[in-house]
């Protein structure tokens, strides 16, 4: 699965659903279905129906080498499935974030963010410099830090 080639086209909502060419990028922040893993589902985790989507993912960023991700999803998802999956090419770090902590006072669910850093290219020494800066959604500093143009 992991070696299976991946598509540079996607269907595109956004342009009536014709296929849309998905450019390089160093920086991915996305998430993947959670639907396996929440407490408001049948939590069947990889058993479930929507593995294939994150393993897709996962097939997409490996065969990228996409430096950065950022993946968001439910605090019950295991960790140690992204780090079975991507733990050789990647560092894998994950952490828990409550609504509140950005001032979303009036939502009330925990959220994992999994940050995904690329072996070899001096992230995983600078990950909580490239926390704060995608949290406080500034640019640069810290993607030149890495070599990253990100913007
Ligand atoms: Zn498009």
Same mark, same amino acid.
């Given at each position: 699965?992991?070696t299976?080639?991946?598509s540079?086209? /996607?269907h595109? &909502?956004r342009?009536?659903?014709? *296929?849309c060419?998905? @450019?390089?990028?160093d *920086?991915? /922040?996305?998430?993947?279905?959670?639907? #396996?893993?929440?407490?408001?589902?049948?939590? @069947?985790?990889?058993h479930? $129906? $929507?593995?294939?989507?994150?393993?897709?993912l996962?097939?997409?960023?490996r065969?990228r080498r996409t &430096?950065?991700?950022?993946l968001e999803?439910?605090?019950?998802?295991?960790?140690?499935? *992204?780090e079975a @999956?991507?733990? #050789?090419?990647?560092v894998?770090k994950?952490?828990y974030?409550e609504?509140s902590?950005?001032g979303?006072?009036?939502l009330?669910?925990?959220?994992?963010? /999994? @940050?995904?850093?690329?072996?070899?290219?001096?992230?995983?020494?600078?990950?909580?410099?490239i926390?704060?800066w995608?949290?406080?959604?500034t640019p640069?500093?810290v993607?030149?830090?890495?070599g990253l143009?990100?913007w």
């Amino acid at each position: 699965m992991m070696t299976a080639p991946v598509s540079d086209y /996607i269907h595109c &909502k956004r342009h009536g659903g014709c *296929l849309c060419k998905l @450019l390089p990028s160093d *920086l991915d /922040i996305s998430g993947f279905p959670c639907v #396996d893993y929440s407490p408001a589902g049948k939590q @069947l985790g990889v058993h479930g $129906s $929507s593995f294939p989507a994150l393993l897709a993912l996962c097939a997409w960023h490996r065969q990228r080498r996409t &430096k950065l991700a950022l993946l968001e999803n439910v605090p019950e998802f295991p960790i140690s499935v *992204l780090e079975a @999956l991507m733990g #050789d090419l990647y560092v894998v770090k994950p952490f828990y974030m409550e609504p509140s902590d950005s001032g979303c006072e009036f939502l009330s669910r925990m959220r994992v963010f /999994i @940050l995904l850093m690329l072996r070899g290219q001096g992230a995983s020494q600078n990950y909580t410099s490239i926390l704060r800066w995608l949290c406080l959604a500034t640019p640069p500093p810290v993607g030149k830090l890495l070599g990253l143009e990100l913007w």
